[in-house]
């Protein structure tokens, strides 16, 4: 493959020539450096590169350029090479325009002039957006193949699975794709046999079990120890940051998680919000970081789903899918919450055939110049209609309230209402999925009545409930299930029962001493990704001082 470019811009002969020297020094041996004197020859060279189909990393420009400016030049490079990382240069007094640029031109970036030593104030960032970049860069296909049908539940999960552990792909629908057809002719595969998952070494899997899919592409699904420190269950954000300071403060950490880095969070399209991060993140690539951060710390990950949990006097043991255990001094539930499925007629027999919940970001690409619906009006059904809308002719927003002032944060408001293609649907609910193999009408209810709607798509963020139905009765929860902890225990003898300590729970410890609960699974928690990472962090110095007491 050949080699990503990185092509800085400037007029000023003596500028240009010190950032060319300074990423050779640092990139030179991985990327090509390529350089142009304005923001036209800029574009120019992206018009031939494009050409030749040369992978572009990185466009690193001057402001203050005569006849193209820099933010100019970047939004423009959109064009040509849209998953670019695209970083402005600047002097400290076009600091306002270079922060307007980040949502006017997209930019990822700006950094001040001068920017030594580089050291400190260039490579760093280039280093993080470039591990960004090549994240999401799909160079020419030569690995795994899956052929499905785009309205089976199963092969929505195992695409679904792929993408968020990050694994390449090429997905191949059997509806009028020759070459589809003809890779399962060639196996003597059926039809009926979908999907199917061909290995670059020839070998196949039929409607793969996730486990052994999982194993197959390296991800790891047994524990290599059977007693952890601690052991964390669910890898969302709170999960994660637990795994961070966990391993970083010298725990033998365990992450159990059944789908994928992320949780809930790993599926939302665009996180704006999130301190640190002034042109926002995916979820996805937000829970690649944070893994990687955790694994290179000393955690240790596997794909497994926890079934049972069950305490022996200072031993916690977690019971795994496959019917083994691992046990810890300290567990951390840190599961999340899912999302409440639609209680119509239908919603059962269409759900992975048209009716999805969550963002379900691998279906994007397949909407493209369909009409989607989205049912809610959250900070995720915004972000996620935002990210639909640039596939889809169409995204209608069905409300139960009369608009999103309500519910919505105000930058996501924003941005929908300067979307075109976004229309709101206030006071409309969904009343009925119509369709046999796949989801093809809506019955909608609204102030003018009851209507039908042709539909194939639709994503579902109407709340979201606790999976806590696995854990046992000394764990105790509230009447919907989310897992009471500290101050929210009840004082009284329920609790005293259970409560074998002199000393009171800690804040997020839960009526079992030793088993904490952070993020979205706790009682009375903050919905936000901030507030999640935050909780598991500090559960790791709750989690010591309960150490220390052995």
């Known amino acids: 493959m050949a080699r990503a470019i990185l092509l800085a811009v400037d007029d000023d002969v003596s500028v240009l020539e010190a950032v060319v020297q300074d990423l050779r020094r640092h990139y030179g041996a991985e990327y090509r450096i390529m350089r142009a004197a304005s923001g036209q020859a800029a574009l120019d060279t992206l018009a031939q590169l494009k050409t030749r189909q040369e992978p572009v990393a990185l466009l690193l420009s001057d402001q203050r350029m005569p006849g193209i400016t820099g933010v100019e030049f970047l939004e423009r ?9 695209r970083v402005l240069l600047t002097a400290y007094a076009d600091t306002e325009a270079a922060i307007r640029a980040i949502n006017a031109a997209r930019i990822h970036y700006y950094l001040n002039k001068p920017w030594d030593p580089p050291e400190e104030k260039l490579y760093p960032v280039l280093t993080d957006l470039l591990e960004d970049w090549k994240a999401g860069y799909q160079p020419p296909f030569e690995g ?29 629908d059997v509806a009028g794709n020759q070459d589809a057809i003809k890779l399962l002719t060639e196996r003597g595969l059926a039809l009926d046999q979908l999907p199917v998952v061909l290995f670059q070494d020839g070998s196949v899997l039929l409607e793969p079990n996730l486990e052994v899919l999982a194993a197959r592409v390296g991800l790891s699904v047994q524990a290599t120890q059977v007693f952890y420190d601690m052991v964390v269950i669910g890898a969302g954000p709170a999960g994660l940051a637990a795994a961070v300071y966990g391993a970083s403060e010298g725990l033998r950490t365990l992450v159990i998680e059944p789908e994928a880095p992320g949780g809930q969070a790993g599926s939302t399209s665009q996180i704006e919000n999130y301190l640190g991060f002034p042109s ?3 979820g996805a690539d937000l ?45 951390l539930l840190a599961t999340g919450v899912r999302y409440r499925k639609l209680d119509i007629p239908g919603a059962d027999r269409l759900t992975g ?25 959250a900070n995720s059904a915004g972000q996620a209609a935002l990210h639909f809308a ?40 969904v009343i009925e999925a119509e369709g046999d193999q796949r989801l093809e009408a809506l019955r909608l209810s609204g102030p003018q009545g009851e209507w039908r709607e042709p539909a194939t798509s639709l994503f579902v963020f109407i709340g979201a409930a606790p999976g806590t139905e696995w854990l046992p009765a000394c764990i105790l929860r509230d009447q919907k299930g989310f897992v009471l902890a500290g101050p929210d225990l009840p004082r009284n003898g329920q609790l005293a ?18 088993v904490f609960v952070a993020g979205d699974l706790r009682y009375g928690s903050v919905k936000r990704v901030a507030s999640a990472v935050g909780e598991g962090s ?13």
């Open 287 to 331: 829970g690649r970081r944070a893994h990687t951060q955790a694994a290179r710390l000393g955690a240790e990950f596997v794909t497994q789903r926890a079934t049972g949990l069950r305490i022996d006097g200072q031993y916690r043991f977690v019971q795994l899918a496959d019917g083994r255990e691992v046990s810890a001094h300290v567990v």
């Open 353 to 377: 055939r048209g009716i999805y919940y969550g963002a379900a970001l691998v279906e994007a690409a397949a909407c493209k110049g369909e009409e989607v619906f989205v049912v809610g009006g």
């Open 538 to 550: 500090i559960a790791v110095q709750f989690a010591h001082q309960y150490l220390a007491g052995f």
């Open 497 to 514: 029962a259970l409560w074998p300590e002199k000393r009171e729970p800690f804040l997020l410890e839960s009526s079992v001493p030793g």
């Open 77 to 85: 490079s959109r064009e040509l090479y849209p998953e670019a990382r």
């Open 144 to 172: 795994l193949r899956v052929i499905g049908n785009r309205w089976s539940l199963r092969d929505h999960e195992v695409r679904t699975f792929l993408s968020r552990n990050h694994v390449p792909y090429r997905w191949m």
């Open 280 to 282: 926002g993140i995916s």
């Open 390 to 429: 640039k596939f889809a002719s169409k995204v209608t927003m069905l409300l139960r309230g009369d608009g999103l002032s309500a519910t919505m944060s105000k930058y996501l408001i924003d941005e929908i209402e300067s979307t075109s293609n976004i229309v709101l649907g206030p006071k409309t609910q």
